[in-house]
C-alpha cells in the first residue's frame, strides 16, 4: 500500500524571518532521516522558497504558518500553509534584471509536481511532491541520485 503514511511531520512557525531557516533545516535532516537523503536538498530548498513566499505573502501577525512532511512508500510531500486563502501564488514571467520572482519556477524546477489549495479551515496551503524510488531495506541511496531538475510543473 502506497497510500500508508509512513512518516509525518508539522511544524507551526511564527511568521518572522528565522522561521524560513529553521523549516529548512529540519526538513533538510528529517528527509534524510527518513531514508532519502538524495532528496534532503532540493526538499529543504523548496520549503524555503514557499516559507519566504508565505511570509512575504500570506501571513498575518498573529497567526502561524504550518510546515507539514510526509512520506509514504512512493511520495515525498511538503506543504507550507498559510492565512491568506485570497492571495495565491502563480510563476511569474522574470527578466535577468529581476530581483524577486524566481521562487516558484525554482519549486517547479526541484519537485516533480506542486500546487496550491484551501487550507483546512482558512487560507491556503501549497504544495510539492516528489516519487520516491523502492529502496530495498537496509540499502541506502546514492546522495546527488535523486530527481532535483525534473522540470515539474505548477497544478498537475
Same mark, same amino acid.
Given at each position: &500500500?502506497?497510500?500508508?503514511?509512513? =512518516?509525518? *511531520?508539522?511544524?507551526?512557525?511564527?511568521?518572522?524571518?528565522?522561521?524560513?531557516?529553521?523549516?529548512?533545516?529540519?526538513?533538510?535532516?528529517?528527509?534524510?532521516? /527518513?531514508?532519502?537523503?538524495?532528496?534532503? @536538498? +532540493?526538499?529543504?530548498?523548496?520549503?524555503?522558497?514557499? &516559507?519566504?513566499?508565505?511570509?512575504? =505573502?500570506?501571513?498575518?501577525? @498573529?497567526? #502561524?504558518?504550518?510546515?507539514?512532511?510526509?512520506?509514504?512508500?512512493?511520495?515525498?510531500? !511538503?506543504?507550507?500553509? +498559510?492565512?491568506?486563502?485570497?492571495?495565491?501564488?502563480?510563476?511569474?514571467?522574470?527578466? @535577468? +534584471? *529581476?530581483?524577486? $520572482?524566481?521562487?516558484?519556477?525554482? !519549486?517547479?524546477?526541484?519537485?516533480?509536481?506542486?500546487? %496550491? $489549495?484551501?487550507?483546512?479551515?482558512?487560507?491556503?496551503?501549497? /504544495?510539492?511532491?516528489?516519487? #520516491?524510488? !523502492?529502496?530495498? /531495506?537496509?540499502? %541506502?541511496?546514492? !546522495?546527488?541520485?535523486?530527481?532535483?531538475?525534473?522540470?515539474?510543473? $505548477?497544478?498537475?
Amino acid at each position: &500500500m502506497s497510500d500508508l503514511l509512513l =512518516h509525518e *511531520d508539522r511544524l507551526d512557525c511564527t511568521p518572522v524571518a528565522r522561521s524560513v531557516r529553521l523549516a529548512r533545516t529540519r526538513t533538510a535532516r528529517l528527509v534524510a532521516e /527518513w531514508r532519502h537523503p538524495e532528496l534532503a @536538498g +532540493d526538499a529543504a530548498l523548496v520549503v524555503s522558497e514557499l &516559507m519566504t513566499n508565505a511570509l512575504l =505573502h500570506g501571513s498575518i501577525r @498573529g497567526r #502561524l504558518i504550518r510546515v507539514r512532511l510526509t512520506a509514504t512508500a512512493a511520495t515525498l510531500r !511538503v506543504e507550507v500553509s +498559510d492565512p491568506r486563502g485570497e492571495r495565491v501564488p502563480c510563476p511569474r514571467e522574470v527578466t @535577468g +534584471d *529581476d530581483q524577486f $520572482g524566481r521562487g516558484l519556477l525554482l !519549486v517547479g524546477a526541484l519537485a516533480e509536481r506542486w500546487g %496550491v $489549495g484551501p487550507r483546512e479551515g482558512v487560507g491556503k496551503t501549497v /504544495w510539492a511532491e516528489w516519487g #520516491l524510488a !523502492v529502496v530495498p /531495506w537496509g540499502a %541506502v541511496p546514492a !546522495v546527488g541520485s535523486g530527481s532535483g531538475g525534473s522540470g515539474g510543473r $505548477g497544478g498537475r
